[in-house]
């Protein structure tokens, strides 16, 4: 018997709306996280698909995150827009304040969407591409809980802290990345612990301090940085503009906040649109379209290179009519949860890998 299951994308939705629901989340919320896994799994994107329904569900049980809270949008300033996810997962925050976002990041030029109050298991190139989409140059960024050491430190204190950002083009899908500022997203991790995969060098350091490719101990001691110090400026940096800025938690915070070990960080996510045609000058709205089709150009002159978002776009051009194929133990897992029943927990000393 085989070890895969495949799957429909209509079932990967469906399977999650009916987990969540299962247990315990309202229709609008289920179907935000659904519309979220489904991205993530059409794209093949895999760390952030079926395998993170546990972390949504022990979020929940915990009592750290809300599946039936309505998120509140507001408006801070002309150009800034403010949604309280109130302690929810922010599928639904997201989804809700985007379109706000980009109407005003058209009337204003530039306009930021502050999210607060929100836990996160989700990737970030989905609401990127969507502004993109729209014409809009997009950017987000959100902290984590405390899992990477600082360039030259031991101990774990920054989160993984990716950002995001995306960039329109003509008649084709926008051109978009969404990358952690440590060597690796934890979620990868996580799932070369579940397959048994080892971690490439520089990755990580275990409780002694001293380098490991061991996920296990990775997990119980600190990612590192990619590039050195350079990707820890940037984790810095995204910490200062999804905490201080936006009032909300620090990754050590978070961690401190979590109590249950949910593996699901609650804090600040700030989201920023751009209209070009508002900031070029020669009074041409498509002007940035076709020079920024010049570098694209010049990038694929050279061989061996690719675009930012290439392998997500031909994964999206497949898995339509193939399906999507996840592990029999995940689907097991998955069918339990459908039936009510609670995720199984592995801890790893304030950290989880699940299904």
Same mark, same amino acid.
């Given at each position: &018997?085989?070890?895969?299951?495949?799957?429909?994308?209509?079932?990967?939705?469906?399977?999650?709306?009916?987990?969540?629901?299962?247990?315990?989340?309202?229709?609008?919320?289920?179907?935000?996280?659904?519309?979220?896994?489904?991205?993530?799994?059409?794209?093949?994107?895999?760390?952030?698909?079926?395998? %993170?329904?546990?972390?949504?569900?022990?979020?929940?049980?915990?009592?750290?995150?809300?599946?039936?809270?309505?998120?509140?949008?507001?408006?801070?300033?002309?150009?800034?827009?403010?949604?309280?996810?109130?302690?929810?997962?922010?599928?639904?925050?997201?989804?809700?304040?985007?379109?706000?976002?980009?109407?005003?990041?058209?009337?204003?030029?530039?306009? !930021?969407?502050?999210?607060?109050? !929100?836990?996160?298991?989700?990737?970030?190139?989905?609401?990127?591409?969507?502004?993109?989409?729209?014409?809009?140059?997009?950017?987000?960024?959100?902290?984590?809980?405390?899992?990477?050491?600082?360039?030259?430190?031991?101990?774990?204190?920054?989160?993984?802290?990716?950002?995001?950002?995306?960039?329109?083009?003509?008649?084709?899908?926008?051109?978009?990345?969404?990358?952690?500022?440590?060597?690796?997203?934890?979620?990868?991790?996580?799932?070369?612990?579940?397959?048994?995969?080892?971690?490439?060098?520089?990755?990580?350091?275990?409780?002694?301090?001293?380098?490991?490719?061991?996920? !296990? &101990?990775?997990?119980?001691?600190?990612?590192?940085?990619?590039?050195?110090?350079?990707?820890?400026?940037?984790?810095? &940096?995204?910490?200062?503009?999804?905490?201080?800025?936006?009032?909300?938690?620090?990754?050590?915070?978070?961690?401190?906040?979590?109590? !249950?070990?949910?593996?699901?960080?609650?804090?600040?996510?700030?989201?920023?649109?751009?209209?070009?045609?508002?900031?070029?000058?020669?009074?041409?709205?498509?002007?940035?379209?076709?020079?920024?089709?010049?570098?694209?150009?010049?990038?694929?002159?050279?061989?061996?290179?690719?675009?930012?978002?290439?392998?997500?776009?031909?994964?999206?051009?497949?898995?339509?009519?193939?399906?999507?194929?996840?592990? %029999?133990?995940?689907?097991?897992?998955?069918?339990?949860?459908?039936?009510?029943?609670?995720?199984?927990?592995?801890?790893?000393?304030?950290?989880?890998?699940?299904?």
């Amino acid at each position: &018997m085989t070890n895969d299951v495949k799957l429909t994308l209509e079932e990967v939705h469906a399977t999650t709306t009916e987990v969540l629901k299962a247990q315990g989340f309202n229709a609008a919320h289920a179907n935000a996280i659904a519309n979220t896994v489904t991205a993530a799994e059409r794209d093949e994107c895999r760390h952030h698909g079926l395998f %993170r329904l546990s972390f949504y569900v022990n979020g929940l049980h915990s009592g750290m995150a809300s599946g039936n809270a309505q998120p509140e949008l507001s408006q801070l300033a002309p150009s800034v827009l403010r949604v309280d996810a109130k302690y929810t997962f922010s599928n639904l925050s997201i989804a809700m304040g985007l379109e706000p976002l980009a109407k005003l990041a058209k009337e204003q030029g530039i306009a !930021a969407l502050s999210i607060n109050n !929100a836990l996160s298991v989700v990737a970030l190139w989905p609401e990127v591409e969507q502004l993109a989409e729209q014409g809009l140059v997009g950017f987000s960024f959100v902290a984590a809980a405390p899992y990477v050491a600082p360039a030259g430190g031991s101990r774990p204190l920054f989160g993984t802290n990716p950002m995001a950002f995306a960039w329109p083009r003509k008649d084709r899908p926008p051109l978009a990345f969404d990358q952690a500022s440590s060597e690796m997203a934890r979620g990868e991790v996580q799932l070369r612990l579940r397959d048994g995969r080892l971690l490439p060098e520089g990755a990580a350091i275990g409780p002694d301090g001293q380098p490991t490719r061991d996920p !296990a &101990m990775a997990l119980v001691g600190a990612q590192l940085p990619f590039g050195g110090a350079k990707g820890s400026n940037i984790a810095l &940096m995204i910490e200062l503009l999804t905490g201080p800025l936006l009032g909300d938690l620090l990754s050590f915070e978070a961690g401190e906040r979590d109590t !249950a070990n949910t593996g699901a960080p609650c804090g600040g996510q700030l989201i920023i649109a751009m209209d070009p045609a508002r900031f070029n000058p020669t009074g041409d709205p498509d002007a940035h379209l076709a020079h920024g089709e010049k570098l694209f150009e010049k990038i694929l002159e050279q061989e061996g290179t690719r675009l930012p978002s290439d392998r997500r776009y031909e994964a999206r051009g497949r898995t339509p009519s193939e399906g999507v194929t996840i592990p %029999r133990s995940l689907f097991e897992s998955l069918e339990s949860l459908r039936q009510g029943h609670r995720p199984e927990r592995h801890d790893y000393e304030g950290d989880q890998v699940l299904v």
